[in-house]
């Protein structure tokens, strides 16, 4: 806790807005993006609703955790309301992923770290026909109760990857032709992190984008984040705090932004 403190004040410092832009890209981002609170988008009340909905679930279902913060292979019983209260992004967060995917128009999303669906539906339903969403988790029950979320919400554009991501991850790689924007929120230590990063990279492009969340959650992640953004294959990094976007854009220089969120 006093980790995430110390490093979101040094964050809360050093952070910049708009005016602090010099380049076009990142400028327009940032305005159009990361900051924009003009109006909601259609599918915020929907999502948001269907949150609430869930945060007022007590049914308590037993999971296998396979990340960090576990022994690995431990089942936990936890209710609906827990998971959704503890693992899903915050409204505000899940709702510039969906203006980045809105923005960025990609074809082929991965979401590694399901959950109950909640972010999974914001990416869908930013490119409700023309994206595939292939999504992993790897606890069954919860991708059985994501898969029942979708359906509910009207996603038919969602692949549902059940399984360990350590083993999963690698073979939908090898059956996929690139990979245009990833989510990462799936085993917050430093080797699977860098590991999935690694991974994800031999499928991208000029134009693809990571997103890496809870990048101040531990000092492994902390240690991730900075290895991540300063690799020399990383165009623009921007650091948001709870997220951090990784932009590959080779052909610009190499950039790194702490930006106000």
């Known amino acids: 806790m006093k980790t995430a403190i110390k490093a979101y004040w040094k964050y809360f410092w050093n952070a910049k807005n708009e005016h602090s832009l010099h380049s076009p890209f990142v400028y327009e981002l940032y305005t159009q993006v990361i900051k924009h609170q003009e109006f909601d988008f259609y599918a915020y009340q929907e999502i948001e609703k269907f949150r609430e909905l869930l945060l007022d679930n007590d049914e308590i279902i037993e999971i296998q955790d396979l990340g960090a913060g576990s022994k690995a292979g431990k089942s936990q019983k936890k209710s609906i309301r827990n998971i959704v209260a503890t693992a899903s992004l915050p409204a505000r967060v899940a709702q510039m992923l969906f203006r980045l995917v809105n923005f960025l128009q990609p074809q082929i999303v991965l979401d590694l770290g399901t959950s109950l669906g909640i972010t999974t539906a914001y990416l869908a339903k930013a490119m409700p026909l023309q994206a595939k969403i292939y999504t992993f988790e790897g606890a069954e029950n919860l991708a059985q109760l994501a898969q029942k979320h979708f359906k509910m919400l009207h ?26 924007f990833a989510f990462v929120d799936a085993n917050h230590l430093y080797e699977p992190t860098i590991r999935y990063f690694e991974e994800i990279l031999t499928k991208c492009h000029e ?12 000092e492994e992640m902390k240690a ?13 990094s921007i650091d948001l705090f709870r997220v951090g976007l990784v932009f590959l854009r080779q052909k610009q220089e190499k950039q790194h932004f702490i930006l106000r969120f």
Do not use: H
């Open 207 to 218: 134009n693809s984008v990571i997103v890496f969340d809870d990048i101040y959650w531990s």
């Open 155 to 180: 996603l038919q554009n969602i692949e549902v990857i059940k399984g360990n991501i350590d083993e999963t991850l690698p073979k939908v790689l090898s059956q996929i032709e690139k990979v245009d």
């Open 224 to 236: 991730a984040w900075e290895k991540i953004y300063a690799d020399t294959r990383v165009g623009i």
